[in-house]
């Protein structure tokens, strides 16, 4: 789609130079808030979530340059498996990588329950949610503010069509078709940039 | 207006959600749906699956974490604790991408944890290609000249000790505006984690890890050096309990320099402290053992010995009180061990044992006897008129338990008129089938067949759940130590 960040395609080939930035930047950008959030939701606090990311993401980076573009491995699959990997190894080997000293940080993470399959479907989770939500920031920009409004306010927020037609002075049926086109647009939006993140 | 029935139709909405309709279409098929809730309906269902309206409603709507994430990952200062942050914000700029700055020659990648003295961060240092852990002095202590120099004192005095179970120091440094201390990246979980997640340990685990800990704190204590913190949390395990490190070294003495003994005020956890520390009194190599004692209680119960709502009423019970005793807690626990915990908790520091070297040679000597109890005696100065639930009494009670099974079956068999010799001689057919499994030479039909499946089952699960010592004789040592399969191994 004409919408879709023109670094899209590549970024995956562009963060396998270990002296391109920018596109680690990027990578991290969608990274970043997915890993950070699995730890939140493990229960960890600001800090240490942020220090679980930043481990996580390390091994990421470590892993990158074997990645090879190959038809049949699509690459957000091999990179969940990569974070997954890590997420695992932060939590339980994760053990080995205790520093000196002791630390409520790795009394926390070590006691959290965990499981393969369970962070696994966590990762996909969150990254869908990403997902989501970096379309909704692309559709959101391209729209008027009505038609976002309308979007919003009646399935994100919860409020009748009714409540909000009067509200933005509109009839009901202008809503609904407002916030049906849009939904349309965001779910070609979340699928395209699936497919380029694969 | 159009009629509706023109206006009902599914490939308009698809065209109409495609944007292929003309404005005036749209105008037309928007006041529609102002009076059709199907098509209305129809419309949703056409922009997409029920999963993606649910997925949108679900991920779009900001959570608490989310607001997080944009105040801690845009250029504003990260929501870090002050200590942290003031750590952080003294690092040096890097070019790489994936650390948070530079500290000296190091790349720090991240933050392990904090505490009371200082900040612990992950580290690597390329130079010589490893992973380090490196302790900054925590801001506020380093503000303080004596607390400076009393950190890069007990620094150098801590990498004087050379011992696989004191923690190495790699490096130190005191001239920065934050001294520190680098040191390698230990495997494994704390001492304490381990206790959090099991509780109380195995009575060989403890020995294990009672033997490092001591011959650990017997190198520091040589090269004069009272660690002063000998609590769980400063036990690293290195995979298992084979080797251990004790942590913390140094840092301790220069905390209570600064701020304890100035102010008054407990840093941290006082539980694992001596009775002349809770007093304020010096201390000596002595107090370390007291710790230790407290180490060794709380791995044998899987609590703390000196329990009170507040770090004061904790220092009082353990200027005053007696822990409870072990075995209360855990009759697992050989009289012996609750006997050497007990002489370390010794409140008057001449009652205690005089050196970890001691412990450490009477720990090792305890542990051989624990695993080869026929090979070796328990030290002398341990022995005790009752010998409770020793290896011995282990022994005397599954040739009770086996004794009473074969007996019933006995009478089981009797009762059907089953005629088998052996059974009658109960005792030697347990006796001499020990090593190979029982073998149970009646062919009875059916049930009775299973129920002695059954117990046969039963009778070497009870046989291959405790370690049966080889009885004394002219056999090879190695064959002392285990079952049939260590024999098989050691044969040749």
């Given at each position: 789609?004409?919408?879709?960040?023109?670094?899209?395609?590549?970024?995956?080939?562009?963060?396998?130079?270990?002296?391109?930035?920018?596109?680690?930047?990027?990578?991290?950008?969608?990274?970043?808030?997915?890993?950070?959030?699995?730890?939140?939701?493990?229960?960890?606090?600001?800090?240490?979530?942020?220090?679980?990311?930043?481990?996580?993401?390390?091994?990421?980076?470590?892993?990158?340059?074997?990645?090879?573009?190959?038809?049949?491995?699509?690459?957000?699959?091999?990179?969940?498996?990569?974070?997954?990997?890590?997420?695992?190894?932060?939590?339980?080997?994760?053990?080995?990588?205790?520093?000196?000293?002791?630390?409520?940080?790795?009394?926390?993470?070590?006691?959290?329950?965990?499981?393969?399959?369970?962070?696994?479907?966590?990762?996909?989770?969150?990254?869908?949610?990403?997902?989501?939500?970096?379309?909704?920031?692309?559709?959101?920009?391209?729209?008027?503010?009505?038609?976002?409004?309308?979007?919003?306010?009646?399935?994100?927020?919860?409020?009748?069509?009714?409540?909000?037609?009067?509200?933005?002075?509109?009839?009901?049926?202008?809503?609904?078709?407002?916030?049906?086109?849009?939904?349309?647009?965001?779910?070609?939006?979340?699928?395209?940039?699936?497919?380029?993140?694969? | 207006?159009?009629?509706?029935?023109?206006?009902?139709?599914?490939?308009?909405?698809?065209?109409?959600?495609?944007?292929?309709?003309?404005?005036?279409?749209?105008?037309?098929?928007?006041?529609?749906?102002?009076?059709?809730?199907?098509?209305?309906?129809?419309?949703?269902?056409?922009?997409?699956?029920?999963?993606?309206?649910?997925?949108?409603?679900?991920?779009?709507?900001?959570?608490?974490?989310?607001?997080?994430?944009?105040?801690g990952f845009s250029d504003e200062p990260l929501a870090l604790p002050p200590q942290i942050k003031q750590v952080l914000d003294v690092l040096g700029a890097t070019d790489d991408p994936g650390m948070l700055?530079?500290?000296?020659?190091?790349?720090?990648?991240?933050?392990?944890?904090?505490?009371?003295?200082?900040?612990?961060?992950?580290?690597?240092?390329?130079?010589?290609?490893?992973?380090?852990?490196?302790?900054?002095?925590?801001?506020?202590?380093?503000?303080?000249?004596?607390?400076?120099?009393?950190?890069?004192?007990?620094?150098?005095?801590?990498?004087?000790?050379?011992?696989?179970?004191?923690?190495?120091?790699?490096?130190?440094?005191?001239?920065?505006?934050?001294?520190?201390?680098?040191?390698?990246?230990?495997?494994?979980?704390?001492?304490?984690?381990?206790?959090?997640?099991?509780?109380?340990?195995?009575?060989?685990?403890?020995?294990?890890?009672?033997?490092?800990?001591?011959?650990?704190?017997?190198?520091?204590?040589?090269?004069?050096?009272?660690?002063?913190?000998?609590?769980?949390?400063?036990?690293?395990?290195?995979?298992?309990?084979?080797?251990?490190?004790?942590?913390?070294?140094?840092?301790?003495?220069?905390?209570?320099?600064?701020?304890?003994?100035?102010?008054?005020?407990?840093?941290?956890?006082?539980?694992?402290?001596?009775?002349?520390?809770?007093?304020?009194?010096?201390?000596?190599?002595?107090?370390?053992?007291?710790?230790?004692?407290?180490?060794?209680?709380?791995?044998?119960?899987?609590?703390?010995?000196?329990?009170?709502?507040?770090?004061?009423?904790?220092?009082?019970?353990?200027?005053?009180?007696?822990?409870?005793?072990?075995?209360?807690?855990?009759?697992?626990?050989?009289?012996?061990?609750?006997?050497?915990?007990?002489?370390?908790?010794?409140?008057?520091?001449?009652?205690?044992?005089?050196?970890?070297?001691?412990?450490?040679?009477?720990?090792?000597?305890?542990?051989?006897?624990?695993?080869?109890?026929?090979?070796?005696?328990?030290?002398?100065?341990?022995?005790?008129?009752?010998?409770v639930f020793g290896v011995r009494a282990r022994n005397a009670w599954i040739v009770v338990v086996a004794g009473v099974l074969v007996f019933s079956m006995y009478f089981l068999f009797s009762q059907k008129?089953?005629?088998?010799?052996?059974?009658?001689?109960?005792?030697?057919?347990?006796?001499?089938?020990?090593?190979?499994?029982?073998?149970?030479?009646?062919?009875?039909?059916?049930?009775?067949?299973?129920?002695?499946?059954?117990?046969?089952?039963?009778?070497?699960?009870?046989?291959?759940?405790?370690?049966?010592?080889?009885?004394?004789?002219?056999?090879?040592?190695?064959?002392?130590?285990?079952?049939?399969?260590?024999?098989?191994?050691?044969?040749?």
């Amino acid at each position: 789609m004409s919408n879709m960040p023109e670094t899209r395609d590549s970024l995956i080939i562009q963060i396998q130079d270990p002296d391109n930035r920018d596109a680690w930047d990027a990578f991290t950008q969608i990274y970043r808030p997915i890993l950070y959030r699995l730890a939140r939701a493990r229960g960890l606090q600001d800090a240490d979530a942020e220090d679980l990311t930043q481990r996580v993401l390390m091994s990421v980076a470590r892993a990158i340059p074997q990645w090879q573009k190959n038809p049949n491995t699509r690459f957000r699959h091999w990179l969940n498996r990569i974070a997954k990997n890590a997420i695992l190894n932060a939590l339980t080997r994760g053990r080995t990588e205790i520093g000196v000293g002791g630390s409520e940080f790795l009394n926390t993470v070590n006691n959290l329950p965990y499981s393969s399959n369970e962070i696994e479907a966590q990762i996909e989770n969150e990254y869908q949610r990403q997902l989501y939500r970096r379309a909704a920031e692309i559709v959101r920009d391209s729209v008027n503010a009505d038609t976002w409004l309308a979007f919003l306010n009646t399935v994100v927020e919860g409020e009748s069509t009714e409540a909000v037609a009067t509200r933005l002075g509109k009839t009901i049926g202008n809503v609904h078709a407002a916030r049906s086109r849009l939904m349309r647009r965001l779910q070609t939006v979340v699928k395209d940039l699936m497919e380029a993140d694969e | 207006m159009m009629p509706n029935t023109q206006t009902c139709q599914p490939e308009r909405l698809e065209a109409f959600l495609n944007g292929k309709l003309s404005s005036r279409d749209e105008e037309l098929l928007e006041a529609h749906l102002d009076e059709c809730s199907q098509c209305r309906r129809h419309l949703d269902e056409a922009a997409a699956a029920p999963v993606a309206w649910t997925r949108a409603t679900a991920y779009l709507k900001d959570d608490p974490f989310d607001l997080e994430v944009i105040s801690g990952f845009s250029d504003e200062p990260l929501a870090l604790p002050p200590q942290i942050k003031q750590v952080l914000d003294v690092l040096g700029a890097t070019d790489d991408p994936g650390m948070l700055g530079r500290l000296g020659s190091y790349e720090v990648s991240g933050v392990v944890g904090a505490g009371g003295m200082g900040v612990v961060l992950k580290a690597f240092d390329r130079p010589l290609d490893r992973t380090v852990a490196i302790k900054v002095m925590a801001p506020h202590l380093a503000t303080s000249g004596a607390a400076r120099q009393r950190f890069s004192r007990e620094a150098r005095a801590a990498a004087a000790v050379i011992h696989p179970n004191v923690i190495a120091i790699y490096g130190v440094s005191t001239d920065t505006p934050l001294p520190y201390l680098v040191m390698p990246y230990v495997g494994g979980a704390s001492l304490q984690k381990r206790l959090d997640t099991e509780g109380a340990l195995p009575v060989a685990d403890i020995l294990r890890i009672g033997i490092q800990i001591a011959s650990g704190l017997a190198a520091a204590h040589n090269q004069g050096l009272v660690h002063r913190d000998i609590k769980p949390a400063n036990i690293l395990l290195d995979q298992g309990v084979d080797r251990l490190v004790i942590t913390d070294f140094g840092l301790a003495r220069t905390v209570d320099d600064a701020s304890v003994t100035r102010t008054g005020v407990i840093a941290g956890t006082p539980q694992y402290m001596s009775p002349e520390q809770a007093r304020g009194e010096p201390v000596d190599a002595r107090s370390d053992l007291f710790s230790f004692g407290s180490v060794l209680y709380t791995a044998c119960t899987g609590r703390v010995p000196f329990r009170a709502e507040s770090p004061y009423g904790v220092l009082r019970k353990i200027t005053d009180n007696v822990p409870r005793p072990i075995r209360e807690l855990n009759p697992q626990i050989p009289e012996w061990l609750c006997n050497i915990i007990n002489r370390l908790h010794a409140k008057s520091a001449e009652d205690r044992f005089q050196s970890a070297e001691e412990i450490s040679q009477l720990l090792t000597q305890c542990l051989a006897h624990l695993t080869q109890p026929t090979v070796h005696s328990l030290p002398k100065e341990l022995h005790k008129p009752r010998k409770v639930f020793g290896v011995r009494a282990r022994n005397a009670w599954i040739v009770v338990v086996a004794g009473v099974l074969v007996f019933s079956m006995y009478f089981l068999f009797s009762q059907k008129t089953v005629e088998s010799p052996q059974v009658s001689r109960s005792g030697p057919i347990i006796n001499t089938s020990s090593s190979n499994g029982i073998v149970l030479p009646w062919e009875q039909p059916d049930s009775t067949t299973k129920w002695a499946d059954q117990l046969e089952t039963v009778l070497k699960h009870i046989e291959q759940s405790i370690i049966l010592p080889s009885p004394p004789g002219p056999l090879s040592p190695s064959t002392g130590r285990g079952g049939a399969s260590d024999d098989l191994r050691n044969e040749r």
